[in-house]
Each structure stands twice: as C-alpha cells, then as structure tokens.
C-alpha cells in the first residue's frame, strides 16, 4: 500500500527497525526502551523529544509510547515492515524486518545523533532484561501499571545541586507570595 504518509513517530519506528543490524537483538522490549531513551535524552538536552510522543504508558517491563501498536500495524499495512514472532527460551518474541530503506527520511542533526547512538548501545550492549532493568529508575518506580508518565518528568529524575543563588531566589519569591497573602 503506498501513498499512506507516515507521521513522525512511524517514521522513527521504521528507522530504529532498519538501523539494528541483526533482527534478532530487536524485539518489542528493546523498540520501546531505544524510544523510551531517544525521546527522554532528546527532552532533556533540547526540551523535545524526537518521535513527537508527550507520554509514554508504565508497563511491566518499563515505560512503553503510547502510539506503539498503532505505529508497527501502520508499518506493515504499508510494506515498510514485517513482524514476526519467534520463540526465545521458551517465550515468545517480536522481531522486526525492515522491508525499506529507512535512510531518506528526514530528521534533525541532533535526532539523528541521538537515535544512533541509542540504537548502537540497545541492540549491541543490552539484552531485553538488562535495558527494561536500566529503564526501571525514580520515575517508572513513581507511577503505577498502566499510568501515563509524561515525558517532562524526566527532568526531575536527575538531581542537581542546589545552589546559594537558588536559595535566595526561592526565599524572594516565598517573600513575594506572604506580602502578596497579607496585603
């Protein structure tokens, strides 16, 4: 089927589903923790995050965007992908093919940087288990199963140092709100 134009977050399913190299280290796990991280490291360096996703789903294995489903059945519906099930261990896994060249697509210089970079260290340096593990932080462990986390809580997963200059400044602004209450 062609002529279904492929919004932004199909587009970088397609992309992480044709850049891992071996089908076999890319099962579902793994697709939702390289988005999980591509869209939380690109809000937090650049107050945006690539696939256009604002909320992501708890599940039992780590956050999980919300569109995911829709996006893989939009993809083989148009030929660009095929889902297969396979059996790992006695489980059952997702893989995913690419059948197109994913290369034309455009995304920005820091997308592209950061996608690869996911891609790379998911698929070559984490098992399904090691990366639901990593994405099991303060903020997963923060919602409950099926909650939507929305993807600006990442900024509060990392601590920073509070600072001399941050004190003053909230102690003006508690000063501002009591002259505010009593006058």
């Known amino acids: 089927m062609t002529g279904v134009r492929l919004n932004k977050f199909d587009r970088v399913v397609h992309y992480i589903c044709d850049r891992c190299d071996d089908t076999s280290k890319l099962g579902s796990t793994k697709l939702n923790k390289i988005l999980w991280y591509i869209d939380s490291f690109s809000y937090r360096l650049h107050g945006e995050t690539v696939t256009g996703e604002t909320h992501y789903v708890k599940r039992r294995f780590g956050p999980v965007p919300r569109r995911i489903l829709a996006s893989l059945e939009r993809l083989q519906r148009t030929g660009r992908l ?102």
């Not at 400044?169 to 709100?177: L, N, R, T």
């Open 82 to 183: 095929h889902v297969r099930e396979v059996e790992v261990f006695g489980h059952p896994k997702r893989e995913f093919v690419s059948l197109k060249d994913a290369g034309a697509y455009r995304f920005t210089e820091h997308a592209h940087e950061i996608m690869d970079a996911v891609i790379k260290v998911v698929c070559a340096d984490h098992t399904a288990m090691s990366i639901s593990d990593l994405s099991h932080d303060i903020i997963w462990e923060s919602a409950e199963l099926g909650e939507h986390i929305p993807i600006y809580a990442v900024l509060a997963a990392v601590p920073g140092a509070l600072t001399h200059k941050d004190e003053r400044w909230a102690d003006g602004k508690i000063k501002e709100h009591l002259n505010q209450l009593a006058a």
